[in-house]
């Protein structure tokens, strides 16, 4: 039958009056996986920080027992450590929500209504691409300017605190052991804060320990490095070329109680607290020969991580979108894509462990962040194309 020329017309007019679609524009069909990716990496990252946080933490429960740590400090401490574990995490989260989000819609035969529809591996792909895009650019956020400067603080704050908070609540006839090579006894305190009867075992210093004792002592407040100031005392020391004891009587004397004072060898700031240029250029002096190679690979580390991110994606999506349809299957590509994540994150601590020993293999953590990603992008979008189903016509002389 010849077409209704008026609603030919009015479906020209409908045409010419659409907006035209947008090339990177979301379809409801991006909207709707992408949606159900956020909702995923929020729900398994926000599940493995927690578990996370709560381990690490049980580390930090002798500052609340022992040393008098409030609750609020403790959680301000432990916290300062989560932007570190979300930078670590996130690239394993990507590959579990994209791997189990796709296998639900492969479950449900959503993909496979999706591929009638004529959507390519590509369609199918973008909005975990997409995730994997937005994990990139948080990894490279978390790793250059968020975790080095929330690691700092927490380096400060625990120093202060095993520095200052264990010497202001010495107790009478207690032996406090204000750090590990710190020890001090306290006879008696007065309501206004003078000891009296010390004994103070000082260790820092390896080749010559210290054992002083005094009258009567005073504690003086300084930041975060405490010292305590001595009155009619002795300082006893051993030589340790002849072994002979020196005994040293002293009417005033101070001992500083921070963890590293007394000791010649200077404290070096943790590689992860540092700035991306301090690590690639330390300034002279600072950095020890020997810990060159910890800097560079920490640095390379820093850049090379977020791009795990699209490669565990492209991973996930190889093992559910390649190959053939199978009605019942698919386990044994689910089960193949979990051992190889687990081998590649197992390698990439080997590769950043040779870097660290060995500079000029560096260029390996670049191999093992892109490699798996190319790889897996040529087995899905380039080895395994499929035809777009075309419209069915029907022949000449038979009605539509």
Not at 72 to 92: D, N, R
Not at 252 to 265: F, K, P, Q, V
């Amino acid at each position: 039958m010849p077409a209704d020329p008026s609603q030919s017309g009015r479906h020209r007019a409908g045409a010419e009056r659409r907006p035209p679609r947008h090339a990177f524009a979301l379809s409801r069909l991006d909207r709707y996986v992408l949606g159900q990716l956020v909702l995923g990496l929020v729900a398994v990252t926000g599940g493995l920080v927690a578990l996370i946080w709560m381990t690490q933490s049980l580390r930090f429960v002798e500052l609340i027992v022992d040393r008098g740590l409030s609750l609020w400090a403790f959680i301000k401490l432990t916290g300062l450590l989560v932007p570190s574990f979300v930078a670590i995490i996130l690239p394993v989260a990507v590959f579990v929500v994209v791997l189990f989000a796709y296998q639900r819609l492969a479950s449900d035969r959503e993909l496979t209504v999706m591929r009638a529809c004529g959507v390519s591996n590509w369609g199918l792909a973008r909005p975990a691409l997409l995730l994997a895009l937005g994990g990139l650019v948080l990894g490279f956020v978390l790793n250059i300017w968020v975790v080095p400067t929330a690691f700092g603080a927490f380096r400060e704050d625990q120093f202060a605190i095993r520095n200052r908070v264990a010497a202001f609540l010495l107790q009478e006839g207690v032996f406090t052991q204000v750090t590990d090579k710190l020890t001090i006894y306290v006879g008696r305190r007065d309501p206004d804060g003078t000891l009296h009867g010390l004994l103070i075992d000082d260790e820092r210093d390896a080749d010559s320990p210290v054992t002083v004792l005094a009258e009567t002592g005073r504690l003086l407040g300084t930041g975060a490095t405490p010292t305590v100031l001595l009155y009619n005392g002795s300082r006893e020391q051993v030589d340790p070329k002849t072994g002979a004891l020196a005994v040293v009587s002293f009417k005033r004397n101070a001992i500083a109680l921070a963890e590293n004072a007394g000791s010649n060898t200077p404290r070096f700031r943790n590689p992860a607290e540092m700035s991306l240029g301090e690590l690639l250029d330390p300034a002279p002096g600072t950095v020890q020969a020997r810990d060159a190679g910890k800097l560079v690979a920490e640095a390379y580390r820093r850049l090379t991580s977020p791009f795990t991110c699209i490669s565990y994606a492209l991973l996930a999506l190889a093992a559910i979108l390649g190959g053939r349809f199978r009605r019942h299957g698919g386990g044994m590509r689910l089960f193949a894509a979990v051992l190889i994540a687990t081998g590649l994150v197992a390698l990439g601590l080997a590769v950043h462990n040779l870097a660290a020993r060995n500079v000029a293999l560096v260029w390996l953590m670049w191999v093992h962040a892109l490699l798996p990603g190319l790889v897996c992008a040529w087995l899905l979008f380039a080895r395994h194309r499929e035809p777009v189903p075309r419209r069915m016509v029907p022949p000449s002389g038979v009605p539509a």
